[in-house]
């Protein structure tokens, strides 16, 4: 495993009680980080604090995404906790099942959007003051490859994905002068505990299309997430990089 230098440095990650959020904690606990943990399931939380915590010094929010006031709030107290927030990693997503458009409830595509999207401008919008204030700061939104092509089946995932695209170029631009650095990745699927909340059918489409053959674990999206957060990002912002073992085209 390559060392990345994460010594002294505070990093949030939404969604870090499961899947690829919890390996990213992992791999900045192991980096010398500070980790906060932000999650919407407070039991799931205190275990992976504690299973955690033999690695660094893990803080754990209950915050519920959607909600602005929860996402200040979080904020806030990790602030108050560990003085400083110096890297925001959105992993935080739902995929809302699978259906076509057409067909998908009206209030399941509302609230993919609401997690995967509005969730992540909210994060953003309480953290970013922060790290301006203090000259320093780096953001990783996962997106996903399905943000570029669009998946049958999954129009709401797939906007939600694309909008985040969207967000990560904006906003990077935006902070270019500030040394707050914003990029995303997009990762084909892992095999995590969200293909519990797909069909079998999408499943298969996924794994069919990826070049490799297989699907992405969660330590290797962590390993190039928390380079990402670090200061040997240096000159990359609003940038998209490739998690889909060969099916992105570009």
């Known amino acids: 495993m390559n060392q990345i230098d994460l010594k002294d440095r505070v990093m949030v990650v939404t969604g870090?009680?499961?899947g690829i959020g919890y390996a990213v904690a992992q791999r900045a606990l192991r980096s010398g980080a500070a980790v906060a943990l932000w999650d919407v399931d407070g039991e799931r939380l205190e275990r992976s604090r504690s299973e955690l915590s033999a690695l660094g010094p893990v803080s754990v929010v209950k915050v519920e995404l959607t909600d602005e006031a929860s996402v200040e709030a979080a904020a806030l107290k990790t602030v108050e906790t560990h003085g400083a927030i110096h890297?925001?990693?959105n992993s935080?997503?739902?995929t809302g099942g699978n259906g076509l458009t057409w067909e998908l409830p009206v209030d399941m595509w509302r609230r993919v959007i609401e997690v995967n999207l509005i969730g992540c401008y909210l994060t953003c919008r309480a953290v970013v003051p922060h790290m301006i204030a203090q000259g320093y700061g780096r953001i990783v939104n996962i997106a996903s490859v399905a943000g570029k092509e669009g998946n049958p089946n999954a129009s709401h995932y797939s906007a939600s994905k694309a909008g985040l695209i969207g967000l990560t170029k904006s906003l990077?631009?935006?902070?270019?002068?500030k040394n707050v650095l914003v990029n995303a990745v997009t990762p084909a699927a892992a095999k995590t505990e969200i293909f519990d909340s797909m069909s079998q059918q999408h499943i298969d489409y996924m794994?069919?299309?990826?070049?490799?053959?297989?699907?992405?674990?969660?330590?290797?999206?962590?390993?190039?997430?928390?380079?990402?957060?670090?200061e040997d990002c240096a000159f990359s912002t609003g940038s998209v990089f490739d998690l889909s073992g060969g099916r992105a085209t570009y």
Not at 212 to 223: H, V
């Open 92 to 94: 935080a997503g739902i």
């Open 172 to 177: 990077g631009k935006e902070l270019a002068t």
């Open 207 to 230: 794994l069919a299309k990826i070049p490799m053959n297989r699907f992405l674990m969660p330590d290797e999206a962590a390993s190039l997430i928390v380079w990402l957060t670090s």
């Open 87 to 89: 890297a925001l990693v």
């Open 16 to 18: 870090g009680a499961r």
